[in-house]
């Protein structure tokens, strides 16, 4: 039995971290979900700007919405949805079978708004209209502005991907907003079932402290963070708190494990998807790291509920001079700020190629593209 399908037996979803048209076009999300039980996807601006800046997938999309008008982060947007739709319908199946537990997708809302809550409330609202999707994510960022965003979408009943996360006090945080939005929904006499993950961010511990720490050391304090965080995970959904919310039907928001693509050449290329295997929890990946499970990748034994080696994985790290609560601030404000950097450069590409389209003679055969 392959490990993907072994650690989906074990109770953990396995996402995909990527979405292109040529995976969609072409059937290879199709057979993702049929040969290597992959049961959702994520996305994200840095995943977005690669997607559309290599090739011609979207030129035909680009050219027909720019000469209808669209431009910049309107014509972004729906060509984004316009994928997103098509693989939430891959994936109805699995939300359908699990009761709205699996089977979803995501979509960013603009990174400029990570520092902004009132914004990042508007356009979460603006874009979960308009994608008209009911397995579709909206991804806020748990920035200390984002967290009353976020309490406040769910409590308007908008599915919320939790992103940035580094730590566990972070994840609480986001956790504690959930929780409050679905409060206050119940209050109010609607629907506690709203879907929402959390989602903590692994690997890029490792790329900013391995030049810090012996040997020893390397590529152990994500993991170390990630068990950490599963602990809190996991008392969260045994508290009376949580317990009272999924009397009355709510869902449990689930802990999701991002950025899980090995960046160390030295270590295995499947570090972060073995040695995070937990039921109830998610592990989104890129393309290249899902291959290579799916390929030679061996399941591990689930992390223990009381977390394991964290602390102590953790207390040694402290010993060798990181200063972990510090860290986990730079990582989530850097990590904002390289998605900016994605956002710009994604919305300059679109921005250049549909002047090159606009200012050309039109192109029957295109037009042809677009009618089909």
């Given at each position: 039995?392959?490990?993907?399908?072994?650690?989906h037996?074990?109770?953990?979803?396995?996402?995909?971290?990527?979405?292109?048209r040529t995976?969609?076009?072409?059937?290879?999300?199709?057979?993702?979900?049929?040969?290597?039980s992959?049961?959702?996807l994520t996305?994200?601006p840095?995943?977005?700007?690669?997607a559309?800046?290599d090739?011609?997938?979207?030129?035909?999309?680009?050219?027909?919405?720019?000469?209808?008008?669209l431009?910049?982060?309107?014509?972004?947007?729906?060509?984004a949805?316009?994928?997103?739709?098509r693989?939430?319908?891959l994936?109805?199946?699995?939300?359908d079978?699990?009761?709205?537990?699996?089977?979803?997708?995501?979509?960013?809302i603009?990174?400029?708004?990570?520092?902004?809550?009132?914004?990042?409330?508007?356009e979460?609202?603006?874009i979960?209209h308009?994608?008209?999707?009911?397995?579709?994510f909206?991804?806020?960022?748990?920035?200390?502005?984002?967290?009353?965003?976020?309490?406040?979408?769910?409590?308007?009943?908008?599915?919320?991907?939790?992103?940035?996360?580094?730590s566990r006090?972070?994840?609480?945080?986001?956790?504690?907003?959930?929780?409050?939005?679905?409060?206050?929904?119940?209050e109010?006499?609607?629907?506690?079932?709203?879907?929402?993950?959390?989602?903590?961010?692994?690997?890029?511990?490792?790329?900013?402290?391995?030049?810090?720490l012996?040997a020893?050391l390397?590529?152990?304090?994500g993991?170390a963070?990630?068990?950490?965080?599963?602990?809190?995970?996991?008392?969260?959904?045994?508290?009376?708190?949580?317990?009272?919310l999924a009397?009355?039907?709510a869902?449990?928001?689930?802990?999701?494990?991002?950025?899980?693509?090995?960046?160390?050449?030295?270590?295995?290329?499947?570090?972060y998807?073995?040695?995070?295997?937990?039921?109830?929890?998610?592990n989104?990946m890129?393309?290249?790291?899902?291959?290579a499970?799916?390929?030679?990748?061996?399941l591990?034994?689930?992390?223990?509920?009381?977390?394991?080696?964290?602390?102590?994985?953790?207390a040694?790290?402290?010993?060798?001079?990181?200063d972990?609560?510090?860290l986990?601030?730079?990582?989530q404000?850097?990590g904002?700020?390289?998605?900016?950097?994605?956002?710009?450069?994604?919305?300059?590409?679109?921005?250049?190629?549909?002047?090159?389209?606009?200012?050309?003679?039109?192109?029957?055969?295109l037009?042809?593209?677009?009618a089909?």
């Amino acid at each position: 039995m392959k490990a993907t399908a072994q650690t989906h037996d074990l109770g953990q979803s396995l996402w995909l971290d990527n979405i292109t048209r040529t995976l969609l076009d072409d059937g290879t999300l199709a057979r993702y979900i049929a040969e290597d039980s992959i049961t959702g996807l994520t996305s994200n601006p840095s995943i977005f700007d690669a997607a559309i800046g290599d090739g011609d997938a979207y030129d035909v999309g680009i050219r027909a919405k720019a000469r209808a008008g669209l431009s910049g982060e309107g014509l972004f947007i729906e060509l984004a949805l316009e994928d997103l739709r098509r693989a939430a319908a891959l994936f109805r199946p699995a939300f359908d079978e699990t009761a709205q537990a699996d089977g979803w997708v995501s979509m960013e809302i603009s990174p400029l708004f990570a520092h902004d809550t009132q914004a990042s409330i508007s356009e979460a609202v603006r874009i979960h209209h308009q994608a008209d999707t009911p397995n579709l994510f909206i991804k806020i960022p748990g920035t200390p502005e984002g967290i009353p965003a976020i309490e406040e979408a769910i409590f308007l009943g908008i599915p919320i991907n939790v992103t940035l996360l580094f730590s566990r006090e972070q994840y609480i945080a986001a956790a504690q907003a959930y929780l409050s939005g679905i409060e206050r929904r119940i209050e109010a006499g609607m629907d506690p079932k709203v879907g929402s993950v959390a989602s903590l961010f692994v690997s890029r511990w490792d790329v900013a402290s391995n030049k810090q720490l012996p040997a020893e050391l390397h590529n152990r304090l994500g993991i170390a963070v990630g068990r950490q965080t599963y602990r809190a995970y996991r008392q969260l959904l045994d508290s009376p708190r949580w317990k009272k919310l999924a009397a009355v039907g709510a869902l449990p928001q689930r802990l999701l494990w991002a950025s899980t693509g090995t960046k160390d050449p030295s270590a295995s290329d499947t570090l972060y998807i073995s040695a995070l295997a937990a039921p109830g929890t998610i592990n989104t990946m890129p393309e290249k790291t899902l291959k290579a499970f799916a390929d030679h990748g061996k399941l591990q034994c689930a992390i223990d509920i009381d977390g394991g080696d964290g602390d102590a994985t953790i207390a040694k790290i402290v010993k060798s001079g990181i200063d972990v609560d510090a860290l986990a601030a730079t990582l989530q404000d850097e990590g904002a700020q390289a998605f900016v950097n994605s956002w710009q450069q994604l919305l300059q590409r679109i921005a250049d190629k549909a002047a090159t389209f606009t200012a050309r003679a039109p192109d029957t055969r295109l037009k042809g593209a677009v009618a089909r």
